[in-house]
């Protein structure tokens, strides 16, 4: 992908000089990712008053909403001039998070009123370490990048690039590029009142895993259709998409299961299997429209049912 580091953008708001999420929790040693993939956060379980992604979300609990406790207290994470430390590979993957958030929402604000009769605002990026506190609970770095749809930010450590990487993903440009313009998908589907509906759903037990999955692969197939648009203003490179779906197989359900337990359930599926996950970015990449996209009459497979 053709890109010039050009700063950080406005959309974005770094946390990562903050002190921890706070709020009643403490990430002992500095945490550590677990193998989930990247997840839309979903609040059901607050509404049901079950923790429908318990165990995803881990240590979550006790601090959802109550606001309370002292901040961590930390090694200071800033430099004697108040900037934030980082390392150069780090400094760099901000300026790539940045143009790919700024380009993949001027995409939308072109593309959403023409394909879907609606007006595109911006969502936030938070980068953060550790922990923060997010409009759906405290999150942590162990959780994966995700996307708040109460509070309509984007939250990622930097840090789950490494992870990528031992699950066999790329961590490239155009990779770490899906991986953000998956989660503003989300945020497409929380602006189309998709999410909404999907969370209704989801309040029937038996519907969790399908609309869950439904939900996922629709975030990868609109990743497709701002890759398709890097496509048609020539900014796409050869090997981009490959790294793309080298990412996209590597958070399928089907090879983390596989990577931490050696088997797979296709019932508890929650982001559909690698091939998958593939098939719907490349349709949206393909066809570039969001109405290709509709994973919940389509079927995961892409071919109704
Ligand atoms: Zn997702």
Not at 147 to 174: H, M, Q, S
């Amino acid at each position: 992908m053709q890109w010039t580091p050009g700063g950080t953008s406005s959309d974005i708001e770094d946390r990562r000089g903050d002190s921890g999420g706070g709020g009643g929790f403490n990430l002992g040693g500095g945490g550590g990712f677990g193998i989930v993939g990247f997840i839309v956060v979903v609040v059901i379980g607050l509404i049901s008053g079950r923790g429908f992604l318990g165990s995803i979300l881990g240590g979550l609990g006790a601090g959802v909403g109550s606001g309370s406790g002292a901040p961590v207290q930390r090694e200071s994470a800033r430099n004697a001039d108040g900037s934030i430390q980082e390392s150069a590979s780090e400094h760099r993957d901000v300026q790539l998070v940045s143009f790919v958030l700024d380009d993949a929402q001027k995409t939308w604000t072109a593309i959403l009123p023409q394909q879907a009769g609606r007006n595109y605002r911006h969502a936030k990026l938070v980068l953060f370490r550790d922990a923060t506190r997010s409009g759906c609970g405290n999150a942590q770095s162990s959780t994966g990048p995700f996307y708040c749809p109460a509070d309509e930010r984007v939250y990622i450590d930097l840090g789950f690039w490494d992870e990528l990487r031992k699950l066999g993903g790329n961590t490239g440009d155009f990779a770490q590029a899906y991986v953000i313009t998956h989660e503003i998908g989300h945020h497409v589907q929380n602006i189309l009142g998709i999410e909404q509906r999907a969370q209704s759903a989801m309040r029937d037990p038996s519907q969790r895993s399908k609309t869950s999955v439904e939900l996922e692969l629709q975030a990868d197939c609109y990743a497709g259709i701002w890759a398709h648009s890097t496509q048609r203003r020539n900014i796409l490179q050869s090997g981009d998409i490959d790294q793309a779906l080298q990412n996209a197989a590597a958070v399928g359900d089907d090879h983390i299961q596989k990577m931490q337990r050696g088997s797979v359930s296709p019932e508890s599926f929650t982001h559909g299997s690698s091939a998958e996950r593939q098939g719907w970015f490349k349709r949206g990449f393909t066809t570039g429209e969001v109405k290709q996209c509709d994973t919940f009459t389509a079927g995961a497979d892409g071919y109704g049912g």
